[in-house]
T-cell receptor, first 116, second 113 residues
């Protein structure tokens, strides 16, 4: 089946630093999404990318959908303590053929720790 | 507007018992997805349902697991004769149709003792 490889597995950074994480896949996805999960909670959608090459920002977060449709990265600028959590990439094969956007393949996650 | 509601939040079952996990989608959403998350792993798709229909169950284990989304009431994920390996967090997500993103609930943490 489809698999996503997410790296790094964990990051320990100082408050104010920028963060970058990425995801690669052996197969093509039509949509890439980035989620954040905090302890005891469900994933919360941060950014959704729909077109190859698309670069999208949401506040201090920026994500790009790779041209090959097999990779994506997420950058967080000027990190703050509340950025702590697990960040997941997810791919969807949703298309006009009817595959749903809600059926996702998730990466293994990047655990982010921010030291004040 | 309440989000996706899952209950119970925590569930403890002895080996061999049945576990029933409930999910009430967001208001106006008729598409429901169930995912399982093992410790320190990403979420794995299990099943996609639309009111009264199973659309895609490609991620469901062949035995002991079943899901339903009746015309009235919440979606139910049922695990019969639970084993220790079933211990995980189970998340439900809902969407208004197949062409929009799904929103996740807070999950049910199942522990099998």
């Amino acid at each position: 089946g489809q698999q996503l490889n997410q790296s790094p597995q964990s990051m320990f950074i100082q408050e104010g630093e920028d963060v970058s994480m990425n995801c690669t896949s052996s197969s093509i996805f039509n949509t890439w999404l980035w989620y954040k999960q905090e302890p005891g909670e469900g994933p919360v959608l941060l950014i959704a990318l729909y077109k190859a090459g698309e670069l999208t920002s949401n506040g201090r977060l920026t994500a790009q959908f790779g041209i090959t449709r097999k990779d994506s990265f997420l950058n967080i600028s000027a990190s703050i303590p509340s950025d702590v959590g697990i960040y997941f990439c997810a791919g969807s094969s949703a298309d006009a053929g009817g595959t749903s956007y809600g059926k996702l393949t998730f990466g293994q996650g990047t655990i982010l720790t921010v030291h004040p | 507007n309440a989000g996706v509601m899952q209950n119970p939040r925590h569930l403890v079952r002895r080996r061999g018992q049945e576990a029933r996990l409930r999910c009430s989608p967001m208001k106006g959403h008729s598409h429901v997805y169930w995912y399982r998350q093992l410790p320190e792993e990403g979420l794995k798709f299990m099943v996609y349902l639309q009111k009264e229909n199973i659309i895609d169950e490609s991620g469901m284990p062949k035995e002991r697991f079943s899901a339903e989304f009746p015309k009235e009431g919440p979606s139910i994920l049922r695990i019969q004769q639970v084993v220790r390996g079933d211990s995980a967090a189970y998340f439900c997500a809902s969407s208004s149709n197949s062409n929009t993103e799904a929103f996740f609930g807070q999950g049910t943490r199942l522990t099998v003792v």
